[in-house]
């Protein structure tokens, strides 16, 4: 298998999994519950890493996306970043 193909079928599988998720959020935070529980997955797009999500480009956290999530009023807890790293996507 060519390194190419190899690479292909990651990405495919890659996008697969975040459809998957974002699907299964959806149906979860559309259940009718007194308090809902909707996390948050955050899959880093292509060449991206955890941190480019928390403090991008070594900045404050202030800037990153999950501090935007918990001011508009996401608990923290239930903010996910898919670790993924850099090098990972080589």
Not at 42 to 71: H, M, T, W
Request: hydrophobic share 40%; with cysteine.
């Amino acid at each position: 298998m060519s390194l190419s193909c190899r690479h292909s079928s990651f990405l495919e599988s890659t996008l697969r999994l975040q459809r998957f998720l974002l699907l299964s959020i959806i149906v979860w935070c559309s259940c009718s519950t007194t308090t809902a529980f909707c996390p948050v997955v955050i899959c880093p797009g292509f060449g991206n890493d955890v941190i480019d999500y928390e403090a991008p480009l070594e900045q404050s956290k202030d800037v990153g996306l999950v501090s935007v999530l918990e001011r508009r009023g996401f608990d923290s807890k239930n903010i996910y970043i898919v670790p993924i790293k850099r090098p990972d996507w080589l």
